[in-house]
């Protein structure tokens, strides 16, 4: 630049010139001038022109390569609903997915034949309904329904005629291979793939807060959930009840395995039962459940200190608080231990014992037994105990048995699964619980106490029928009167049993609950839980326990063989034997 | 001089252009092909996850039990039928025997 005719002028003195004015300069100085001026504008106007491109640049390089995160936008993906992650139960298998469905349509307006269309259509659709499509094509609508849920090779393959009229669109539906067997707790979503219930629902609010890959891995087994249905939808059947419901849970971790409520519906065509199918009776009804509650009366009695393990109560007297009074229906009328109470499910005893305690320890426990609360689990489908509004002598004596306390089922396992694990409450989880976190709300002494009186009830008491050889099931029977309006229906039941096994270390607890069962023949006119709940929760037992690798225990070798199966041939006894030396 | 640095500038714009062609030229063809992988991909997700739905399906234990039922002899698992193998006693059942009342006796 230095090479032009004119000096070069340092940017500053421009400055200086328009502050100075022309004033007193020299004529032949004035051309130069404006060719300066001119050039340091210029000079001004490109370091501009430069600081802004250089700012331009700058932004430019730090967007494209410094902050470049393409996988940030892709990510949005996973809020979308059409992207929701599958329903699993623990060991993988499928609960809910969705699957990309294509349906065919037609502009019958553009179609001359239909008949002959119907006829090209159904040889490559052998599910074509070939009358009602060929009626649809004759018409003159401009869009027409033939055929949903046609499978890849059956869209290629009419992709091929290269008809215009003929329209495919895709669609994504939800789909619950279980059907019936998980729809209470996996629930089921809208058309436009939004929860409505259940799990389903949960897992909305969810992706609200996490992004979930993959799947939602369930505590479920689809295996016991379908032998616990099976099991009790016979049941049902055979005792003409009017609902049922069971429960299967970890008793060391509070992990739902089974969970079903009959009657129930079709995830997958949710609206074709009525609307009591869709009532989940396992968490969202609440029922009076009689004397599986004097298990829990026990386990206050004697962990409060207040009662010691050897005393015995005087049932033979009916109670009389106030003008009420308390009476065992086929009392024993003799003192009773602590033990007895449970296995002759006297009510009487049952009250004695809690009479004993103080009245706060009374509220106290069942508070910590989770009674009063709603429980936190993930079913939106729940809801609060209904519990006494007044807390006298009254309403302490028929609580001790069940009566004038509803609490859902689900209350009632977890609390039961507290008492025989060695006395850890935990919270339900249709989750896989990592590390389990539960609160003691007995000692782990009293829990043995409980575990023997419990099997006392199955060997030798009221629930006899619910024993399993080889799997050591214990538990308590409870059959309560519905309540109606102005006292209770006597021939209107609600049966239950609360077990666990095996009785040894029991690792599951359950319960079986129906509603209004009726006696049979087989049942000599009873139609208490002895006769109904507790032979299903028994062949429950014998179904699940093989499944979740409970290994039985014979303590006597005769049990075992008098079980043993149908004589062997002796020519395939021989080869057996051959084959083992 | 100005003139050489005026050629040079168009040489470096012209090279600059035919970069600038080039990359855009080339971004669109990974974009297509990055969109035909993801179509891929998402079909071969969906074509999964129908696979899973109808192995769910196929397995599923009410059908099986059915089948079960029309097809074999088979009951359910006894407790009798379990054998623990860390039992000494279960050391000397012939194989797959379940001991019978009568070698109970003797034993």
Known sequence: MRSGKLPLVPVGNDWAMVLGGRLGRRAGDLTQHAVETTRSRLRLALICFFIVFSVLGGRLVQLTVLDAAPEQRSAGVHKNNLMRPAITDRNDVVLATQITTVTLGADAAKISDGAEMAGQLKAVLPRLNEARAARLLAGKARYVTLMSGLTPAQKQDVLAFGNPALKLTQSTSRVYPAGEVTAHTVGFTSSDLRGLSGLELYLDGLLEEEAIYGALKTSLDIRVQHAVRDVLSDTIKTFSARAGGALVVDAHNGEILALVSLPDFDANAPMRNGQDSHFNRMTLGVYELGSIFKVFTAAMALDSGMVAAHETFDTAEPLQIGRYKINDPHGEERPLSIEEIIVHSSNIGSAKLALRVPQDVHYDFLQRLGFTDTLDMELPERTAPLTPTRWTDIERATSSYGHGISVTPLHAVMAGAAMINGGILYQPSLRKVGLPVGERVISAQTSAELRAMMRAVVASGTGRQADAPGYQVLGKTGSAEKPQAGGYNKNALVTSFLGAFPARAPRYAMLVMLDEPQATDETYGYNLAGWNAAPAAGEIVRRIAPLLGVLPHFDNPAEQASLALPEISNQLRGGLADASR | ?107
Do not use: C
């Not at chain 2, 252009?17 to 990359?23: F, Q, T």
């Not at chain 2, 971004?27 to 996850?49: P, V, Y």
């Not at chain 2, 599923?60 to 089948?67: A, E, F, K, M, T």
């Open chain 2, 1 to 107: 001089m100005v003139r050489m640095l005026n050629i040079a500038l168009l040489f470096v714009f012209v090279i600059l252009v035919a970069a600038l062609y080039h990359i855009r030229y080339s971004a669109e063809a990974e974009a297509k092909a990055l969109r035909d992988t993801q179509r891929i991909m998402a079909a071969e997700q969906d074509r999964r996850r129908t696979l899973q739905a109808e192995w769910a399906s196929l397995n599923d234990p009410r059908r099986l039990q059915i089948l079960s039922r029309q097809y074999l002899s088979l009951d359910y698992l006894r407790a009798s039928q379990v054998l623990d193998l860390r039992d000494e006693t279960t050391l000397s059942i012939p194989v797959l025997m379940v001991p019978q009342g009568d070698d109970d006796a003797e034993r």
